[in-house]
């Protein structure tokens, strides 16, 4: 199964929609709630921080029997630094950000811990893709 | 007087209703008259969503000085169904229809975060970590 979600740069007020739409999508495939939270955590971060710290871009799922990859498409600028980025604390958010409850700086760390696999492309300049994949298997 | 106290095998647990966890800190409910009998064992208190996406556990109680639609759609990822808002925030219509939509409890307090997560601790809420 393959789905697509548009998130645009800058607007707060959608801002989760498209994970919604996805958990939704999830719960009616009766994935395990844990996974399901965990994919749901990892996708609301990286479409956050599309909003935040991109000029918009896509969020494409790709759901098989095993697994779920979710691939996060920005058109830029890139993170120019993604060792810093990935650090806990670390963040470039704005005021504006930091007043809707973000910035925390925990964005990408999430992801990482979220899930089983993440692939990050990115440069200063150029646009940003994430590949996280997630195993749908039964947690204890 | 609040809190239920269960014996386990594992100790002591103490469940509060979110009606007693609403008059523990004088507070108010606005939506979600349903979770009243909801039993809650844990809180968490940040303005930080960041902070609350790291956690693993559901049904928490989230307080909150954070008033906005992101509160409400942090909660629907993280599974947790019921929010209280302290510092006498009110929410807006929007963030009222976006609550019963996913069938999220919001609350209200003139506490501080701190006073509020206290009075809560007290009674036998316990945190997540």
């Given amino acids: 199964?393959?789905?697509?979600?548009?998130?645009?740069?800058?607007?707060?007020?959608?801002?989760?929609?498209?994970?919604?739409?996805?958990?939704?999508?999830l719960k009616q495939l009766n994935l395990p709630p844990k996974v399901i939270k965990r994919i749901t955590v990892a996708v609301f971060e990286a479409e956050v921080n599309v909003i935040a710290h991109s000029y918009g871009g896509k969020i494409v799922c790709e759901l098989s029997e095993n697994t779920i990859t979710v691939e996060v498409i920005d058109t830029g600028p890139g993170i120019p630094n993604l060792d810093l980025a990935m650090k806990e604390g670390w963040s470039t958010a704005t005021e504006e950000i930091l007043e809707l409850g973000y910035g925390a700086?925990?964005?990408?760390?999430n992801i990482k811990k979220s899930c089983d696999r993440l692939s990050i492309k990115t440069q200063a300049g150029g646009h940003t893709h994430i590949t996280m994949?997630?195993?749908?298997?039964?947690?204890s | 007087m609040y809190p239920i106290v269960i014996h386990t095998v594992h100790g002591i647990l103490i469940l509060m209703k979110l009606k007693d966890i609403i008059a523990c800190v004088d507070g108010h409910l606005i939506c979600g008259e349903s979770h009243l009998e909801d039993e809650i064992t844990r809180g968490f208190a940040s303005d930080l969503m960041?902070?609350?996406?790291?956690i693993l556990e559901d049904d928490i109680l989230l307080i909150?000085?954070?008033?906005?639609?992101?509160a409400i759609r942090t909660a629907?990822?993280?599974?947790?169904?019921n929010i209280l808002l302290v510092r006498n925030k009110k929410p807006s219509q929007n963030m009222i229809d976006m609550a019963q939509e996913l069938n999220i409890s919001l609350s209200y307090t003139s506490y501080s975060l701190f006073k509020a997560s206290a009075l809560l601790f007290n009674e036998g809420l316990k945190p997540v970590y």
Avoid: W
């Fill in chain 2, 50 to 54: 960041s902070d609350v996406l790291t």
């Fill in chain 2, 76 to 81: 629907e990822m993280s599974d947790i169904k």
């Fill in chain 1, 105 to 109: 700086g925990m964005g990408l760390p």
């Fill in chain 1, 1 to 25: 199964m393959h789905q697509e979600y548009t998130v645009p740069a800058q607007d707060f007020s959608v801002a989760g929609v498209a994970s919604s739409n996805f958990k939704r999508l």
């Fill in chain 2, 64 to 70: 909150t000085g954070l008033s906005n639609n992101q």
């Fill in chain 1, 133 to 139: 994949g997630f195993d749908l298997k039964e947690e």
